[in-house]
C-alpha cells in the first residue's frame, strides 16, 4: 500500500473524508486543503473514477524538511525514479509554496527536474523529456514553511474535467465545486431538482450522474496513473468496464428527475450537449425561462431549488444583481410553498436580497473568491405572503421614506421648472451616504467613500439596501440604475473615464438641450448644482462676447450661446470634453464662425490671450496638478493671480462670473480692491432647490471692474 494525498479546496476536506470513507478508504485524515490516506492499488483507481470533490490524488514518495534548494534537490535524488516511470515518458513538475530561501516556483521546480534527470543520467540510462503541454506525468510538490511533499500524480489534468464540458465551454463553476454544492444542499435522488439559471447545466449534470450512480471520471481518456511503472491494466480494465456498466444501467433505472432553466438560449444550447455528453440528457428537461418569472413545474412538490445566479461584473451591474435576487426571491416564495433552495452566491449582500433565512449556511472558496452557501426551507405560501407584507416594510425604512419626501417635494419644482435632471438625495442621513440624481427616467447613484472605521460588510450592505429601496419607491427599471463610488479626487481626476464604450442621451435644461453620458465616467458631463447659474448666464449674455473657461462639456456655452450671445469662446484641456462642447452646441443649433473651441491649458492660454469679453464665466478646479500643466494649481491660493489675468480680457463694463466648490473659500477682497475689482457674493441666489441642504456645494461671485 501506498500513501496518498487528495488534494481539494479549502473547507471540502471533512466532505472529501466522508466520500473516501465511502469507497473503502479506513484511514482517512484531514489536512489544510486535501486529505491523507493509505490505499491499496484498486482502492486508489477507484477513488480517482469515482470521487466526485477531490481535484487530483498524488502519490506520498517523500515528506521531507526543507529549508533551501540543496534540500530539495537531495531528497528529490533520494527517490528511485526509475522505479516509477520510464524515461521515454514525459513529465512536467508542479511545484506550489514557497519559503524563506526558495522564493520561486519556477526555480523550485527547477531543482526537482534537474534531480529527476539526474537520476536517470546516472544509471546511464536516457533523460526523459520535459513536456508543459501534454505529459504523460505530472510530479507534485507542495511545500509549507520548512516541510515539502514530493509525489506523483495520479491523475494528470485536474479531475474537475469530466470530459462533458468542452474547454471552449469552460464555466466559473468547476465540476468538483458543483459536486460539494449539491451534497450540501439537502437534495436527495429521491426528490427532483430545479436550477433556475442554470448556465452550462454543471449543476445539474453532477447532480444526475450522482443519482444515476455515475462514477464522474468514467468519460475521462487519459489517466496519469497509467504511465506509473506499476500500473496494472488489467486491474484498470475491470474497474473501468464496471462503472461503465453501472452508468448504463443506472441512467436507466433512475426515477429522478432534473429541471434547467435559463433566459440565454446559446448557453441553454450549450448545457443541452454538455448533458448529451455526459450520459444523462434524458434525465434533464432543459427550459428556456426567466428566473424572476418561474413557475413550479408539474411534479415538483417537495423539490430542491439549487442555483449559482450572477454575483460579479460578469452578467450585469449591482442595480441589476439586486433586482433579479430579489425578484427571484419573491418568485420562489410565491411559486415553491413547501420545498427547499440551496443558492450559491459570492456575494451575502445579494443572498440577502431574497428576503429568506437560511437554515443552514456554508462557507467555501470558488476558485480565489470566497462564496456563501445558504439552504433554504420556503414556507407555505399562505403564510409566507403575509411574512413578506412585513419583510417589504423593514427594508431600509428611514432612508426610504426621506426618499418620498424628497421626491414628493423636489419633484414637483423640477416639473414646474422644465428639467430633466435633478437631485433627490444627498446623503441627508450619515448612515446613507449616497446621492442620487434623476436624469429623465435613470437613476444615477454615487456612493460617497465611507469612514475607515465603517466595517466593509457594513457598507455593501447599506449600499444594497439603498439601491433596492431606490429601485421600489421611484418604479425605476433596474437596468436604468446606474451606481458609481466617488471618492475625493484632486484636480481632475474626477473626470477619468471608466469604460470604453459611449451611451450618451438628450436632456432638457431650461429650455436648452444637452448631452450626458452616464455610464463611461465618473461624472456625467453636467454638472446639476450649477444650473440655475447657466440660466443666469444665459440671462446676462445677450449681445455679448462670452468665454468660457476650464469649460468642461460647455453646457454654460450652450446658454449663453441660446440666451443671445455675440461669440462665444470655449476653452478646455480635454480634446474629449471640448468634442462634447461642440456637440452640444450643435444639438441647439448654434454653429458658426463666431463659436470658438479651444482645447489648451486654461492658465497657459490665459497668460497669452489679448481678446477681450463682455461676460466670463470659470468654474476652475479646486486642485490641480494634472501632467499637461506647468504647475500646480490651488484655488485658494492662486485666485488672485486667476484675476489679474481675467481682468485684462474683462471689457469695461463687463462680468466675471467666478465660481469653485471649494469649502470655506475666502475670496481675498482687499487685494481685489487693490485691483480695481470689486466682487459680489450671488452663492445663496446660484443654490438649487435640489441642492438647498449643501450649502457648500459652490460657491459663486459676480467680478467687475471697481469703476462700473
Not at 442555483?307 to 420562489?332: D, K, S, V
Not at 452566491?345 to 473568491?369: H, I, T
Not at 470655449?570 to 470634453?577: E, I, L, R
Not at 497657459?604 to 494634472?626: A, G, H, R, V
Amino acid at each position: 500500500m501506498h500513501q496518498y494525498l487528495a488534494v481539494t479546496s479549502n473547507g471540502l476536506e471533512n466532505l472529501l473524508v466522508d466520500e473516501l470513507t465511502a469507497l473503502g478508504i479506513s484511514n482517512a485524515k484531514p489536512v489544510q486543503a486535501g486529505v491523507k490516506f493509505k490505499a491499496s492499488k484498486e482502492q486508489i483507481y477507484r477513488c480517482c473514477l469515482w470521487s466526485r470533490l477531490a481535484s487530483r490524488f498524488v502519490r506520498i514518495l517523500s515528506e521531507f524538511n526543507c529549508q533551501d534548494d540543496m534540500d530539495l534537490y537531495l531528497a528529490t535524488s533520494a527517490v528511485n525514479w526509475v522505479d516509477q516511470f520510464h524515461s521515454s515518458k514525459k513529465f512536467v513538475v508542479d511545484f506550489n509554496g514557497t519559503n524563506r530561501e526558495i522564493r520561486n516556483s519556477q526555480y523550485g521546480a527547477m531543482k526537482v527536474k534537474d534531480a529527476i534527470v539526474d537520476c536517470y543520467n546516472k544509471k546511464n540510462l536516457p533523460r526523459p523529456s520535459i513536456c508543459k503541454e501534454q505529459p504523460d506525468l505530472r510530479i507534485h510538490v507542495r511545500l509549507h514553511k520548512e516541510k515539502a511533499i514530493l509525489g506523483v500524480d495520479m491523475v494528470g489534468s485536474g479531475l474537475h474535467q469530466r470530459g462533458y464540458r468542452p474547454e471552449s465551454g469552460r464555466a466559473p463553476l468547476r465540476e468538483t465545486l458543483a459536486a460539494a454544492i449539491i451534497l450540501r444542499s439537502g437534495w436527495n435522488e429521491t426528490k427532483p431538482l430545479l436550477d433556475p439559471m442554470c448556465g452550462s447545466g454543471t449543476l445539474l449534470i453532477e447532480a444526475a450522474m450522482m443519482a444515476a450512480n455515475m462514477a464522474p471520471g468514467v468519460n475521462r481518456k487519459k489517466w496519469g496513473f497509467e504511465s506509473l511503472e506499476d500500473f496494472d491494466l488489467e486491474l484498470w480494465t475491470e474497474i473501468k468496464s464496471e462503472a461503465s456498466v453501472q452508468a448504463r444501467r443506472g441512467v436507466k433505472k433512475t426515477d429522478a428527475r432534473f429541471f434547467g432553466f435559463d433566459n440565454d438560449e446559446r448557453v441553454l444550447k450549450t448545457a443541452q450537449d454538455n448533458a448529451r455528453r455526459a450520459g444523462v440528457e434524458d434525465l434533464i428537461t432543459f427550459t428556456l425561462g426567466d428566473a424572476a418569472q418561474l413557475k413550479r413545474p408539474a411534479g415538483f412538490e417537495n423539490g430542491v431549488i439549487i442555483c449559482n445566479p450572477p454575483y460579479g461584473e460578469r452578467l450585469g451591474t449591482h442595480p441589476g444583481l439586486i433586482a433579479l435576487y430579489t425578484a427571484f426571491g419573491a418568485q420562489i416564495k410565491a411559486e415553491f410553498g413547501g420545498c427547499q433552495a440551496s443558492i450559491f452566491s459570492g456575494s451575502d449582500e445579494l443572498l440577502s436580497c431574497l428576503r429568506m433565512r437560511a437554515d443552514k449556511q456554508f462557507k467555501l472558496n470558488n476558485g480565489a473568491l470566497p462564496c456563501h452557501q445558504k439552504n433554504y426551507h420556503i414556507s407555505d405560501r399562505t403564510v409566507e405572503s403575509r411574512d413578506d407584507a412585513v419583510t417589504e416594510t423593514v427594508v431600509a425604512p428611514d432612508f426610504s421614506n426621506r426618499l418620498k419626501k424628497n421626491i414628493a417635494k423636489i419633484g414637483k419644482w423640477a416639473k414646474r421648472e422644465k428639467l430633466d435632471c435633478y437631485r433627490i438625495y444627498d446623503a441627508d442621513l450619515p448612515d446613507y451616504n449616497v446621492a442620487i440624481d434623476v436624469y429623465l427616467d435613470n437613476l444615477v447613484i454615487q456612493e460617497y467613500a465611507a469612514p475607515k472605521d465603517i466595517p466593509e460588510e457594513t457598507t455593501k450592505r447599506r449600499l444594497t439596501d439603498i439601491i433596492r429601496a431606490s429601485i421600489q419607491v421611484t418604479g425605476t427599471e433596474a437596468n436604468k440604475v446606474v451606481l458609481k463610488v466617488r471618492e475625493k479626487k484632486k484636480g481632475r481626476d474626477q473626470y477619468n473615464k471608466l469604460s470604453q464604450h459611449a451611451q450618451t442621451m438628450q436632456v432638457n435644461e431650461y429650455g436648452v438641450k444637452l448631452i450626458v453620458n452616464l455610464h463611461d465616467y465618473l461624472d456625467t458631463g453636467l454638472f446639476l448644482d450649477h444650473k440655475l447659474t447657466r440660466r443666469r448666464l444665459g440671462e446676462m449674455a445677450k449681445g455679448k462676447d462670452f468665454l468660457n473657461l476650464f469649460a468642461y462639456t460647455g453646457s454654460a456655452t450652450v446658454h449663453a450661446a441660446c440666451g443671445g450671445a455675440k461669440s462665444t469662446t470655449t476653452v478646455d484641456m480635454s480634446n474629449t470634453y471640448i468634442e462634447w462642447a461642440k456637440q452640444n452646441m450643435q444639438l441647439n443649433g448654434q454653429i458658426g464662425r463666431q463659436h470658438r473651441f479651444e482645447q489648451a491649458d486654461c492658465l497657459q492660454w490665459l497668460e497669452k490671450e489679448s481678446t477681450q469679453y463682455d461676460l466670463i464665466f470659470i468654474d476652475p478646479p479646486t486642485f490641480s496638478n494634472s501632467k499637461r500643466m506647468e504647475q500646480s494649481f490651488d484655488i485658494q491660493r492662486d485666485h488672485i493671480q486667476l484675476m489679474k489675468n481675467l481682468k485684462r480680457l474683462l471689457k469695461a463694463g463687463g462680468t466675471i462670473v467666478f465660481s469653485n466648490n471649494k469649502r470655506h473659500f475666502k475670496m481675498d477682497l482687499e487685494q481685489l480692491e487693490e485691483m480695481g475689482l470689486k466682487a459680489q457674493n450671488i452663492s445663496a441666489q446660484t443654490l438649487p432647490m435640489d441642492f438647498s441642504r449643501n450649502k457648500q456645494i459652490h460657491n459663486c461671485w459676480l467680478v467687475t471692474h471697481k469703476e462700473d
